[in-house]
């Protein structure tokens, strides 16, 4: 399956421990993909040791790279944001100067999905590590979402509230005017009515800390989005 296609994503953190029995559960839910990814602590072992338990399992799965050095062939896809709110150019394109020049040569152009960040949530660690402006008005979201679509041409733009339950009027404003671009929701969900919500609105609903809080309750909001036809 595609990522264009993809309703319901769980994401893993690297740095983060997961049974082998709970991941059994997390790769065989249901779930569209799986996103490897997290802000901090993401080393190539980490990665390379979760990228090889999750290939037991019949699931697509993509790397979000947040540090160069933790970059693996073996993925099906590469998710590589710019977090269009930074106040610091590193995090919209410097770090992606980097990779091409040390990378260039040898990268597949298909298996790489640029991403339009947007980082609402200003006590997570994502927002403080790329210095994001995260106090946005309707208007401001609509024009990043805006940005991504006629701008960037990204293909995905991703809402980021990052451990709080976002505001679904901001997400439908920025879904109302995004026509190719797909949008990701990700932040806070705790339950199969969050999820439907945000699956009525958004194109791709991401759960992930709540994986690592209560299992039972993340693994039923795969249904729940997937009962929710847009």
């Known amino acids: 399956m595609m990522y264009q296609e993809w ?27 799986i996103l490897v990814g997290g802000t901090d602590g993401v080393t190539l072992d980490l990665v390379l040791d979760l990228l090889i338990r999750v290939r037991q399992y019949n699931v697509p799965v993509a790397l979000e790279i947040s540090t160069i050095d933790s970059v693996t062939p073996g993925f099906d896809f590469y998710f590589i944001p710019s977090v269009l709110n930074s106040t610091n150019t590193t995090w919209v394109k410097d770090l992606h100067i980097e990779a091409i020049k040390e990378f260039g040569d040898y990268m597949d152009w298909n298996e790489l999905v640029p991403e339009g960040y947007c980082i609402l949530n200003s006590d997570c660690k994502a927002a403080r590590a790329t210095e994001a402006h995260t106090s946005l008005s309707k208007e401001e979201v609509i024009a990043h979402a ?8 990204f ?58 809080d209560n299992l039972n309750e993340a693994l039923e909001t795969v249904k729940a989005v997937h009962a929710v036809t847009l």
């Not at 690297?14 to 839910?29: D, F, G, R, T």
């Not at 805006?146 to 041409?153: G, I, M, N, S, T």
């Not at 990052?162 to 679904?168: A, C, E, I, R």
Request: glycine fraction near 8%; include cysteine; aromatic fraction near 10%.
């Open 155 to 212: 293909p995905i733009f991703y809402l980021e509230y990052s451990g709080v339950y976002g505001d679904p009027k901001m997400v439908k404003a920025a879904k109302n005017v995004l026509k190719n671009t797909r949008l990701f929701y990700g932040g806070g969900i705790t339950s199969a009515r969050q999820a439907t919500e945000m699956a009525m609105i958004a194109d791709t609903v991401v759960v992930g800390n709540h994986l690592y």
């Open 7 to 33: 309703r319901h994503v769980f994401k893993l953190d690297p740095a983060k421990e997961i049974s082998e029995e709970a991941l059994k559960q997390v790769c065989e839910s249901g779930t569209d993909a």
């Open 146 to 153: 805006r940005l991504a679509e006629h701008f960037f041409k």
